[in-house]
């Protein structure tokens, strides 16, 4: 079965921070564009970060560029989004996603809370 999982997510104040982890199985995720996105109340979602199959190149909204890392390991099928510096507008459900030419897999998310 092809499943996305998140996980790390969690309560945290601002200027701290949180690894979220993306564990893939039944397919390989080195061979998808592997996204992060997210989504907070009453708002639209919106992509975070990304990193291509090809090249491995990383792209980030203007909002975390700089704070927020996204990564892989090739080896656990895993991909992960290290978030420094957290604010509160940081709040929202977090999801991974996998796309390949027409296909895209979502995860459930994962419930980050900034908050003091």
């Known amino acids: 079965q092809v499943q996305l999982v998140e996980s790390g997510g969690g309560l945290v104040q601002p200027g701290g921070s949180l690894r979220l982890s993306c564990a893939a199985s039944?397919?390989?995720?080195?061979?998808?564009?592997m996204s992060w996105y997210r989504q907070a109340p009453g708002k639209e979602r919106e992509l975070v970060a990304a990193i291509l199959s090809i090249g491995g190149n990383r792209k980030y909204a203007d909002s975390v560029k700089g704070r927020f890392t996204i990564s892989r390991d090739t080896a656990k099928n895993t991909v992960y989004l290290q978030m420094n510096s957290l604010k509160l507008e940081d709040t929202a459900v977090y999801y991974c996603?996998?796309?390949?030419?027409?296909?895209?897999?979502w995860g459930k998310g994962t419930l980050v809370t900034v908050s003091s």
């Open positions: 996603n996998a796309k390949r030419v027409i296909v895209n897999y």
């Open positions: 039944g397919f390989t995720s080195s061979n998808y564009d």
